[in-house]
């Protein structure tokens, strides 16, 4: 029994995970080549659109679960290459801050409110004046690891924020700032469906402890019945 439930935990620890060819980049990720990020990472585009535009957050998001990671990045149009771009949790990206607030996730700072959405580098913080400011009017602390997306809100408050309904023009990708009226950089959502499989090395390692378990009770029940 022993050596059958060995080969079992064996055996189980030999599988590769399905979803093994998705990588989720850590922290804002600068220059990337788009077909990397969608032919190598396995990612799929779900939104794009001028930085001039306007957009429903209901528009922006559809189809995506708050379970699925999400990209947010930006580009001159028609460029074979992201200017920069991070990823998280949806449910994180879209985790309501106060203005100039924060939150941390997978190596990159979020914020999302009526002001602006959008990320800044781990550890940094923000200006929303309403889109992500810093190096503008305050003094620069890795210009190009921001990207701040212009929003809008109804009348669903938390504090003295709204909730963002509309993302609006503008307003930056890294250095690049003042884009509320261009129509040659666009901006991007990118969504990956991972369902989280532990690693070959965890996978041996609860095949062990089941193993434990079935062992501990044969002995508990030759203990009873002896």
Known sequence: ?????????????????????????LGVQTNVSVSTVLDD?????SYQGAYSGNV????????????DYVMFAARPVGSSTFTLLAAALFKDVTTFTDVDETTTTNGAEWYYNSFSMGFAGLGSKIYQSPGDATGVFTDPENDHLRLSWHTSGTSSMVGD????????????????????????????????????????????????????????RLRGHSTRTA
């Open 1 to 25: 029994m022993k050596a059958l439930l060995f080969a079992s935990a064996m055996a189980m620890a030999s599988v590769s995970p399905l979803s093994a060819t998705t990588v989720i980049p």
């Open 41 to 45: 990472w396995g990612w799929t585009i």
């Open 56 to 67: 429903s957050i209901s528009t922006m998001f559809a189809g995506i679960d708050a379970d």
């Open 161 to 216: 924020v709204e909730i963002p309904t509309e993302v609006n023009a503008g307003w930056r990708a890294g250095e690049n700032v003042n884009l509320n009226l261009s129509d040659d950089w666009e901006r991007l959502v990118l969504v990956a469906k991972v369902s989280p499989i532990p690693e070959p090395g965890s996978v041996f390692a609860i095949g062990l402890l089941l193993s434990s378990g079935c062992l501990l």
